[in-house]
């Protein structure tokens, strides 16, 4: 039973913590650019505008990423596969689901607002 309340949790925080953050973000969007809070690069902080932009569209990309991760999450939960496998596939697609909302995000800014 142990394992199978770790496995569980490895599954299921990965795809609740970016589910959440985009919730929180989408909801509570940062009004002005701060070091504080929000999708931060230099190409949002370019103005305003890029930075309302960037956003709403980060949090919708979190929140779409949070579901595919626990989405994927329940599968290997099926499959059964060995614990030390499931923590490396899982943060492997964490890091790979971080990568694709900065990739998303400043792909969309740089064509909403060329430089």
């Known amino acids: 039973m142990e394992i199978i309340d770790?496995?569980?949790?490895?599954?299921f925080f990965g795809g609740i913590a970016l589910f959440l953050s985009g919730i929180v973000?989408?909801?509570f969007p940062p009004k002005r650019r701060n070091l504080l809070y929000g999708y931060r690069t230099s190409r949002s902080a370019k103005s305003q505008a890029a930075w309302d932009f960037s956003q709403l569209y980060a949090s919708k990309r979190l929140i779409g990423s949070g579901?595919?991760?626990?989405?994927?999450?329940?599968?290997l939960n099926l499959i059964n596969i060995p614990e030390e496998y499931a923590v490396i596939v899982m943060l492997s697609l964490m890091i790979i689901a971080a990568v694709y909302i900065f990739y998303a995000t400043e792909k969309a800014l740089k064509t909403k607002f060329p430089d």
């Open 25 to 27: 973000m989408y909801i």
């Open 67 to 75: 579901l595919a991760l626990l989405a994927f999450g329940g599968l």
């Open 6 to 11: 770790s496995l569980f949790t490895i599954y």
